[in-house]
């Protein structure tokens, strides 16, 4: 069955008939030409493929295209700004937080998730945040640093 | 994943003509975190499902006459963090809080956690100390359910095809009740329940009406009325340990890939013990 969404995708309105069986992740992925979610568990568990919606941190593997009818969506293609990389970003530069960089798009619009709500969490709260999120190189010190780095300058 | 369709309606009488489609399996669905999964994997099979969370009153989280209405598509997150539930029904709070990871407790619903009725769920043993009450919808009408009568088996509850779960009644508990809700894990985030307790104790005729619940550890969660006995008459360190091994006693845990009955036994003890320790420093305050 096809169905003709409309979604914002990094602020830009985007409509695209999609499958009900394909998941957000799929379609953001192959009709719509965004990659930096990736695919990783499909199931939930490793937070690779983390976008905003709505402004809240969600799995696109598990959430159906078209459930996303109506919906604004924000992947880390949106956050640097003409040029510049965003503060999550250069903070995860700044700590050498990334290895592979595999689970690093998930992570960054998890802590963003976070921030947007919390601008100021306490470490626990960063970690509670980010426990959805596998690093298989297993950098987790650095991230989390990376994170708070940001929170303490409270510019997210 | 296999193809089936997707419905969206927006009332409940074109919900029950969708579940009710002849010679069609179709699923209701909510928050599609364990519909995705468990389709994907075969474990559900489905030719289509029915979204509800377009349907009235299921995401409104407000307090009623009756208590606090939830309706099944209200977010685990939004539980965890609304003021009205932290205020009057914080073990509810605390169960939805350690449900999987933020990303899913961002799409993960009250009524999915029910209806999927994995033992190790942690909605229902707060809801089992809470005295909630599941309000259920079909073209017959609406009925409702003691959520002690909810669940019937691993994964099976008494929801009948064409039947949906709109929302969970909860009493407004009396002024001055504490409850906790203590998770056992092989890791701290985002895992699955060992075992899990919920106590709650509720101010009556001067003393304390004492409820126990234990999750993971049956085939559906359980409550402890050995237990819960014991404590109503006092709350000293010798009566705590008493409940704590009728807690025990009560228990029917099995051994699967994430640990055995034996600790499992032993967890159930420990974790009584300690839940109910906590509810009663908060009650010393």
Do not use: H
């Given at each position: 069955m096809l169905h003709e969404i409309t979604l914002t995708v990094n602020g830009e309105q985007r409509t695209v008939a999609v499958k009900s069986h394909h998941t957000l992740l799929k379609v953001l992925r192959?009709?719509?030409?965004?990659?930096?979610p990736k695919i990783g568990?499909?199931?939930?568990?490793?937070?690779?493929?983390t976008v905003l919606m709505n402004g809240k941190a969600v799995n696109s593997c598990l959430?159906?295209?078209?459930?996303?009818?109506g919906a604004v969506i924000e992947t880390v293609?949106?956050?640097?700004?003409e040029g510049e990389l965003h503060p999550l970003q250069q903070a995860f530069v700044e700590h050498n937080a990334i290895q592979c960089g595999f689970c690093t798009p998930g992570m960054i619009m998890s802590a963003k998730g976070l921030l947007d709500r919390n601008p100021h969490p306490t470490v626990d709260e960063v970690k509670e945040a980010l426990a959805g999120n596998l690093c298989r190189c297993t950098g987790y010190i650095r991230i989390v640093d990376a994170v708070m780095d940001v929170a303490k300058k409270g510019d997210a | 994943m296999q193809p089936f369709d997707y419905y969206k309606p927006k009332t409940f009488e074109e919900a029950f003509d969708y579940l009710t489609l002849p010679g069609k399996t179709v699923f209701p669905l909510a928050g599609a975190t364990d519909f995705i999964p468990s389709y994907r994997d075969g474990v559900w099979q489905a030719d289509a499902v029915c979204d509800i969370k377009a349907l009235p009153g299921v995401r409104d989280l407000r307090e009623t006459p009756e208590g606090l209405w939830v309706g099944a598509c209200v977010l685990m997150s939004e539980l965890a963090r609304s003021p009205l539930v932290r205020a009057h029904w914080e073990v509810l709070a605390q169960g939805a809080e350690v449900v999987g990871s933020e990303q899913v407790r961002n799409r993960a619903t009250i009524g999915g956690n029910m209806c999927t009725?994995?033992?190790?769920?942690?909605?229902p043993p707060p809801l089992y100390v809470l005295d909630a009450v599941v309000v259920l919808k079909s073209k017959a009408g609406e009925r409702r359910v003691p959520v002690t009568e909810f669940f019937t088996f691993v994964r099976k509850t008494v929801v009948q095809k064409g039947e949906l779960v709109t929302g969970v009644i909860i009493p407004k508990p009396p002024a001055g009740t504490v409850g906790e809700y203590h998770k056992l894990s092989r890791?701290?985030?985002c895992d699955l329940s060992l075992v899990s307790v919920a106590v709650l104790a509720a101010p009556r005729n001067g003393g304390y009406d004492w409820r126990i619940a234990l999750g993971a550890v049956a085939p559906t969660p359980i409550r402890v009325p050995d237990a819960e006995a014991i404590l109503s008459k006092g709350w000293d360190a010798a009566s705590i340990d008493e409940a704590a091994k009728a807690a025990e006693k009560t228990a029917k845990p099995i051994t699967d890939v994430r640990s055995s009955d034996v600790y499992r036994y032993e967890m159930v003890r420990n974790l009584t013990r300690r839940a109910v320790r906590s509810v009663a420093e908060k009650l010393k305050k």
């Open positions: 192959e009709q719509l030409g965004i990659t930096s568990c499909e199931n939930g568990e490793c937070g690779a493929c959430v159906l295209a078209v459930e996303a009818d293609e949106n956050l640097s700004k | 009725a994995s033992p190790c769920a942690d909605t890791r701290q985030g």
